[in-house]
């Protein structure tokens, strides 16, 4: 059985009234966990990253991200809830600090959002509380990692530090929406089979079918969609999430699917619904988002790589011959207006350096700025 995880995300926007009532319409739409994010801008974003459209106006991103922070309480009333309709609780934190405070919560399911899957001091700390459990002879805490806007590399890389035991990867495609043609679902028994861990998709695109169908019939084991209770409120993801009505049609159409596979085996049940997906999308339509099986960045993706996933950015400006230390630089999401900087993996060798130029405040790291000409 598909684990159909519905994504709240920040879609509750900081009410704990709408983000109890978005749990009880997921679950009543058929989903089997729920999860959310833990918000702190500055674990996310440098203040001067640049402005997010709304219909409301311009805002800077930061200041958006800053009106989505939600007290710990929060998040403890919506597990409580979670496991009241009998779901699993999933979260994503998205820094050292929001992944302390989620672990003292016991949740089901840590989820590694796709820009976090090279944000190494995040992932090496998840993997000590991992290990600690490990020790004390408890089950890990589960993990699912999202792979978009990430190559093969680095999915890689993260899997060295958080290990295999209780992780399961979702092939992803960052963009909103996705584009169904790009989301190569034959890549899935790739992944699971080069890695050894069961796999799944989250789904961006707007669809409730095409991709969620696919998925299942080619051995997904897991889909996370995006669920909101009206596409035209002011969340960051509503546009290209479900209402619960096709929410209940995606978990319809996925159970059907396992039950085509039960009845029909593997290839009967893939041929079934290609035909039947085929009818209703076109031929051409399903055997592009089948795609080649090969792991690469979407078209759609490419340009935001190095942006949207994590980097170094000085958090001061600096003059030459200062020495870096820890709190002067952070591991963050270039996004919009920044130059992107170092790898994460380069935090340790930074830190202790001595800088031979000038440097700007927000301005992604660089080798050259520690290198005497």
């Not at 996310?44 to 200041?63: A, C, E, M, Q, S």
């Not at 009845?263 to 290609?274: K, N, P, Q, T, V």
């Not at 340009?303 to 630089?329: C, P, Q, W």
Request: charged residues 25%; negative net charge; hydrophobic residues 35%.
């Amino acid at each position: 059985m598909s684990l159909i995880i519905a994504e709240i995300g920040t879609s509750h926007e900081g009410s704990i009234e709408k983000a109890l009532e978005m749990c009880k319409k997921a679950k009543e739409s058929g989903a089997d966990a729920i999860k959310f994010q833990w918000v702190y801008a500055d674990e996310i974003l440098h203040p001067d990253t640049g402005y997010v459209k709304l219909p409301t106006g311009n805002i800077r991103l930061y200041d958006r991200f800053k009106q989505l922070e939600c007290s710990k309480d929060f998040y403890k009333k919506c597990l409580d809830y979670v496991h009241s309709l009998g779901c699993k609780f999933c979260c994503s934190p998205f820094g050292i600090r929001s992944l302390h405070e989620l672990l003292e919560l016991n949740p089901d399911i840590v989820k590694i959002a796709s820009p976090e899957v090279n944000h190494y001091p995040l992932l090496k700390e998840l993997a000590a509380y991992r290990r600690r459990q490990s020790e004390k002879g408890e089950k890990p805490v589960s993990v699912i990692i999202s792979s978009g806007v990430s190559k093969l590399s680095d999915i890689e890389k993260a899997l060295e530090i958080l290990g295999h035991e209780n992780v399961s990867l979702l092939h992803c495609i960052t963009s909103y929406p996705a584009p169904e043609s790009e989301y190569n679902l034959n890549v899935i028994k790739n992944l699971s089979g080069i890695f050894g861990i069961e796999c799944g998709v989250s789904d961006h695109s707007l669809s409730p079918v095409l991709v969620p169908v696919l998925n299942t019939i080619l051995g997904g084991k897991i889909i996370e969609k995006h669920f909101t209770l009206s596409k035209e409120t002011s969340g960051l993801d509503d546009p290209v999430a479900l209402e619960p009505e096709e929410f209940a049609l995606m978990v319809h159409c996925i159970h059907q699917s396992e039950a085509s596979l039960r009845h029909y085996g593997e290839s009967l049940a893939f041929e079934r619904a290609i035909e039947q997906l085929s009818e209703q999308f076109g031929k051409d339509k399903v055997m592009q988002v089948l795609g080649s099986g090969v792991k690469k960045l979407a078209a759609s993706e490419q340009a935001n790589y190095g942006r949207t996933n994590r980097s170094l950015h000085y958090m001061k400006s600096f003059k030459k011959g200062h020495v870096i230390k820890e709190e002067d630089i952070a591991v963050l999401r270039t996004e919009k207006e920044l130059s992107p900087g170092l790898s994460p993996a380069f935090l340790e060798e930074v830190t202790g350096a001595v800088l031979q130029k000038d440097v700007s405040n927000g301005q992604g790291l660089s080798l050259s700025d520690f290198i005497e000409k």
